[in-house]
C-alpha cells in the first residue's frame, strides 16, 4: 500500500531512541522528509545521517528550542505536513505521594510543549492541505497504572485537548489522533521494570502474550499520516496486545 508520505515534510519529538527513533525510520521508509528533535546531539546527529533525517537538537521544554525546530524544518524542506508529539514520562510513584509541585512538572512536560509546537506548526499544517497531528501517549488514557499516579492524572488531559483540537481542525482538513501503547520495549519500560523487562505475570495479562516492538507503534503512525487514514481523526488507538479490557 502507497500510504502517500513520499515528499511529506514530519517532525518526531524524541527521537534519538525508542519509539521516537522507530517512528523517524518508519517515515524515513515510506519516503517523508524527517525533522529528528532530542537533546543528545551526538546521538540525534549519528542517527538523522544514518536514516536521512535532519537532527535538531534540544529540550522539548524549551520554547526557545521548539522554535529553533520549525525554522530549522522549514529551511531545510520548505513545508510542515505531519507533527508526532512524543517524549519522556514524568517519575513513578504512588498517588498519595503527588505534591503540586510535581503536577505542574508533569504538565509542563506533557502538555506545554505539545501546545507550543502546534501552535508553531499550525500555519504549514494548514497550508499542507493533509496535516496530521500524531501524539504517543499511554494506556494510561484509558486505564490508571500502578504506582504511574502522574502519567494517569495528566495524559488524559492532554487527551482530552487533543480531541478538541480534532473537532477545530477538522473542517482544515488537519487530523488529530492519539497512540496508546501498552508495555513497548523501550528504555522506558526497562527503566520500569528492570533490565529483564515484565516479569511473566505481567506478561500474562497481555493476551499477544509479549511486548511490544517499537516498530509497531511506528507502523500505527506511518498510517495514521497516510492519505487513506484522512477520515480517523479524534481517535485514541490502543496498540497493546489486547491488554486493556475497556470497551472504549
Same mark, same amino acid.
Given at each position: 500500500?502507497?500510504?502517500?508520505?513520499?515528499?511529506? %515534510?514530519?517532525?518526531?519529538? $524524541?527521537?534519538?531512541? @525508542?519509539? @521516537?527513533?522507530?517512528?523517524?525510520?518508519?517515515?524515513?521508509?515510506?519516503?517523508?522528509?524527517?525533522?529528528?528533535?532530542?537533546?543528545?546531539?551526538?546521538?540525534? +546527529?549519528?542517527?538523522?545521517?544514518?536514516?536521512?533525517?535532519?537532527?535538531? %537538537?534540544?529540550?522539548?521544554?524549551?520554547?526557545?528550542?521548539?522554535?529553533?525546530?520549525?525554522? +530549522? %524544518?522549514?529551511?531545510?524542506? @520548505?513545508? !510542515?505536513?505531519?507533527?508526532?508529539?512524543?517524549?519522556?514520562?514524568?517519575?513513578?510513584?504512588?498517588?498519595?505521594?503527588?505534591?503540586?509541585?510535581?503536577?505542574?512538572?508533569?504538565? +509542563?512536560?506533557?502538555?506545554?510543549?505539545?501546545?507550543?509546537?502546534?501552535?508553531?506548526?499550525?500555519?504549514?499544517?494548514?497550508?499542507?492541505?493533509? $496535516?496530521?497531528?500524531?501524539? &504517543?501517549?499511554?494506556?494510561?488514557?484509558?486505564?490508571?497504572?500502578?504506582?504511574?499516579?502522574?502519567?494517569?492524572?495528566?495524559?488524559?488531559? =492532554? =487527551?482530552?485537548?487533543?480531541?478538541?483540537?480534532?473537532? +477545530?481542525?477538522?473542517?482544515? @482538513? &488537519?487530523?488529530?489522533?492519539?497512540?496508546?501503547?501498552?508495555? !513497548?520495549?523501550?528504555?522506558?519500560?526497562?527503566?520500569?521494570?528492570?533490565?529483564?523487562?515484565?516479569?511473566?505475570?505481567?506478561?500474562?495479562? &497481555?493476551?499477544?502474550?509479549?511486548?511490544?516492538?517499537?516498530?509497531? !507503534?511506528?507502523? %500505527?503512525?506511518?498510517?495514521?499520516?497516510?492519505?487513506?487514514?484522512?477520515? &480517523?481523526?479524534?481517535?485514541?488507538?490502543?496498540?497493546?496486545?489486547?491488554?486493556?479490557? $475497556?470497551?472504549?
Amino acid at each position: 500500500m502507497d500510504l502517500g508520505l513520499s515528499g511529506r %515534510t514530519a517532525i518526531v519529538l $524524541g527521537a534519538s531512541q @525508542g519509539m @521516537g527513533l522507530a517512528i523517524s525510520e518508519g517515515l524515513a521508509s515510506e519516503g517523508a522528509d524527517v525533522a529528528m528533535f532530542a537533546r543528545r546531539a551526538e546521538v540525534i +546527529e549519528r542517527e538523522a545521517k544514518r536514516i536521512g533525517g535532519l537532527a535538531v %537538537t534540544g529540550d522539548l521544554t524549551s520554547e526557545a528550542d521548539l522554535e529553533r525546530l520549525v525554522d +530549522e %524544518t522549514v529551511k531545510a524542506f @520548505g513545508r !510542515i505536513d505531519v507533527v508526532v508529539l512524543n517524549g519522556g514520562g514524568p517519575p513513578p510513584g504512588p498517588a498519595a505521594s503527588v505534591t503540586a509541585a510535581d503536577v505542574a512538572a508533569a504538565v +509542563e512536560l506533557l502538555l506545554v510543549p505539545h501546545v507550543r509546537l502546534v501552535g508553531l506548526c499550525l500555519p504549514y499544517l494548514r497550508k499542507s492541505g493533509r $496535516g496530521r497531528i500524531v501524539a &504517543i501517549e499511554s494506556t494510561s488514557v484509558k486505564e490508571p497504572i500502578a504506582n504511574l499516579a502522574l502519567s494517569n492524572a495528566v495524559r488524559p488531559g =492532554v =487527551v482530552g485537548w487533543l480531541k478538541t483540537l480534532a473537532r +477545530e481542525l477538522g473542517p482544515e @482538513g &488537519i487530523t488529530v489522533n492519539t497512540i496508546a501503547p501498552g508495555r !513497548i520495549d523501550t528504555e522506558r519500560l526497562h527503566a520500569l521494570y528492570g533490565p529483564d523487562g515484565p516479569p511473566p505475570e505481567a506478561l500474562a495479562l &497481555i493476551p499477544a502474550r509479549r511486548v511490544g516492538a517499537p516498530a509497531e !507503534i511506528a507502523a %500505527t503512525v506511518c498510517f495514521l499520516a497516510s492519505e487513506q487514514a484522512a477520515y &480517523i481523526s479524534g481517535a485514541v488507538v490502543p496498540v497493546d496486545g489486547g491488554m486493556l479490557n $475497556g470497551l472504549f
